[in-house]
Every structure is written in C-alpha cells, then in structure tokens.
C-alpha cells in the first residue's frame, strides 16, 4: 500500500534554530512530493515541491527541502525558525503513474518558542 | 490571500436542513477537488471533477452531492447530515492531467460545518 509517514506528531524549536520536520514515503515509481502548510482555520498552502533534478528544493517563506531517493525521505527545513512558522505542516506525494489522488502524511505540528 | 474562494466561511445546520457549500477560482485550472478534514488530520478526498465531469467519487455517501456548473465553479449540496458529517470542507483546484500534472493543489480557506 502506498503511504506517507511523518514520524513527529510535533516538533519543538527556539526562534532562530534551525527546524527539520521528517517526511519518508512508500510510493511506486517516481512520485511527485508536496509540502503542505496550515495555519488556524485556513486551507492548506502549498510551501514547496520535487519533481525532478537538485536534491534541495526551496519554496516559500525561506523553508526547503531535502528529497533522498535511497532512503525515501523528503525532510524540510528551514535553517533559521520564526514564531509565525508555528503551524501544521502536511507531506504529500502524487504517484507518476497519473490519477488526481494525493496522499496526505499526517501531518506534524510545528511549533516556534520566542 | 488565497485564489480560490470558498462560501460560507461557517455553516451551522440541522439534520433535516439542505444547504450548499460554494468554491469559486479562476485560475484556469481544470481540475477542481472536495476534501473534509476533521481537527488536526489530514484531509481526506471525496470528489474530483476534471474537465467538469466527476471523474472521483471515493465512495461519499448519497447525502453529498457535489455539482460543477462550470470550469470556474463548485458546489456541494448537502441534505439528511449527521452530527459526525461536522467538519472543515476544503475545496481545492489544480492543473489537469494535460495542463500539467505535477500541478500542486490550491486550497480554499474552507467552510467550517456544524451539523445540530
């Protein structure tokens, strides 16, 4: 079966140190790979994604994103954490293979200490 | 601000009440979604309509019933819910599988359901 695991069901982090939170997935193929972020009482938005080339991707707000193919990992990270960083963050993956379904990790809640 | 625009921001109905959740983006995209998302989960996929044909129902029951008008709108009907339907609605858009399929999804901010 194919799956998105998010190891942390929270992450803690002092403003200005770096913050990882871990992504590893179990899809078939050459899956595309999402960061998704949600704030309270909003929709998710997209931060960043992979599809193919450099290994480290940036997106939105300073954050980015590692894609390990031997290990099936997507971590993202951001090398210096704000307190408006505080939020929900989601990995999702869309397998190549086509088809509009996208799989949602549980999602790990990332919260920023002043 | 988000691109895609959801209505209402908040629904409070009873089980014998119909009512209509509405999703508006132009984006051009071809690809329109329904999620439901319970506190601190990941949503979950109900429908997708590409091209305004359903083309994804995963097996939602008959008392919702989504309809896309249009490329640029969504709508889902509700009628006969239960308390356990209350919830965060997203609607979301993307490009098609021919726009451009590794497309991230656009969210709406949601409507907030409260079934009494």
């Known amino acids: 079966a194919q799956s998105v695991a998010q190891p942390e069901d929270q992450v803690n982090v002092a403003e200005g140190n770096p913050l990882t939170v871990k992504c590893t997935y179990s899809?078939?193929?050459?899956?595309?790979l999402f960061w998704y972020v949600q704030y309270p009482n909003r929709g998710l938005q997209f931060l960043l994604k992979?599809?193919?080339?450099?290994?480290l991707v940036k997106g939105s707000y300073g954050f980015e994103a590692e894609f390990n193919k031997s290990q099936t990992s997507f971590h993202l990270k951001k090398p210096s954490a704000l307190v408006s960083d505080s939020a929900l963050y989601f990995c999702?993956?869309?397998?190549?293979?086509?088809?509009?379904?996208?799989?949602f990790g549980a999602g790990t809640r990332l919260f920023v200490k002043a | 601000d988000t691109e895609v625009t959801q209505t209402p921001k908040h629904l409070v109905m009873g089980m014998t009440n119909k009512k209509s959740l509405k999703c508006e983006q132009h984006m051009g995209h071809r690809a329109m979604y329904w999620y439901k998302q319970k506190a601190k989960k990941p949503p979950e996929l109900m429908f997708v309509y590409s091209y305004e044909k359903l083309s994804i129902n995963e097996s939602v029951p008959s008392r919702f019933s989504p309809e896309c008008p249009n490329s640029s709108l969504l709508n889902l009907h509700l009628h006969a819910l239960q308390p356990e339907d209350s919830a965060l609605y997203l609607c979301a858009s993307s490009l098609s599988f021919a726009q451009g399929y590794n497309s991230p999804l656009h969210f709406g901010n949601g409507t907030r359901l409260t079934v009494t």
């Open positions: 899809v078939s193929g050459n899956p595309y």
């Open positions: 992979y599809i193919t080339g450099d290994n």
């Open positions: 999702a993956v869309r397998p190549s293979t086509g088809g509009f379904k996208t799989i």
